[in-house]
């Protein structure tokens, strides 16, 4: 099942230095858009969502775009700080239903 | 900040024995969800549960799985003879509404089947 889909294993950033994760999907009837930050032994953590009717939501060092026709949305977080370290996911759900597709992660190391 | 918490956080059973895994979601939160990730595989959908009832669930919540609220704060997903294939780490969630609202995970429970 590759609905949704992180193309990069991994990513390596300085700190300072602006973080760009990529995500892909498949499924046109997706409508609302998520991403996660997890740590090792915790569960995922909600940074940032996004409905599809609008194009681009910011919090804070968190900013997330989406491209409808495309399929791709991304995160970008700027500044990048070494806390920032841990794994990505984005998400994805159709107003069909409640369920998350996930993708299957991004690493992300901020060297100091 | 309100979180969702689970227990136990590591649960190890014999092939064939029945578990149940318990969940206290946020307590405003009506809408829960079952999860679980298999070692270096993706997050994957169990099942949603709402007033009591299951909403939709994934191919993978089988007749062995069953998900339940027996009190006004916990909801268990039970499973009712484990295989060694159900190893895995499980994860609770709890979102406010059904649609366009963030779901909130707890930090799972790891499951070792021997």
């Known amino acids: 099942d590759q609905q949704v889909k992180q193309n990069s294993p991994s990513l390596s950033v300085q700190e300072g230095r602006i973080s760009i994760l990529n995500c892909d999907y498949t499924?046109?009837?997706?409508?609302?858009f998520l991403w996660y930050k997890k740590y090792p032994a915790e569960g995922p953590t909600f940074l940032i969502s996004?409905?599809?009717?609008?194009d681009k939501n910011e919090d804070g060092r968190f900013t997330v775009f989406l491209n409808k026709s495309a399929k791709h949305l991304s995160l970008h977080i700027v500044p990048s700080q070494p806390g920032d370290s841990a794994v990505y996911f984005c998400?994805?759900?159709?107003?069909?239903?409640?369920?998350?597709?996930f993708g299957g992660g991004t690493r992300l190391m901020v060297k100091p | 900040e309100p979180e969702v918490t689970q227990t136990p956080s590591h649960q190890v059973t014999q092939m064939g024995q029945e578990v149940i895994l318990r969940c206290v979601p946020i307590?405003?939160?009506?809408?829960f969800y079952w999860y679980r990730q298999i070692l270096g595989q993706k997050v994957e959908f169990l099942v949603s549960f709402y007033n009591n009832e299951i909403s939709e669930k994934s191919e993978i919540f089988d007749d062995q799985f069953s998900v339940e609220r027996p009190d006004g704060s916990n909801v268990t997903l039970k499973i009712r003879s484990t295989k060694l294939e159900d190893s895995a780490m499980y994860f609770c969630?709890?979102?406010?509404?059904?649609?366009?609202?963030?779901?909130?995970f707890g930090d799972g429970t790891r499951l070792s089947i021997l």
């Open positions: 996004i409905s599809s009717i609008k």
């Open positions: 998400a994805a759900s159709s107003n069909a239903g409640n369920m998350l597709t």
């Open positions: 969630a709890s979102s406010e509404q059904v649609s366009n609202q963030p779901q909130h």
């Open positions: 499924n046109s009837m997706f409508d609302y």
């Open positions: 307590s405003n939160h009506l809408y």
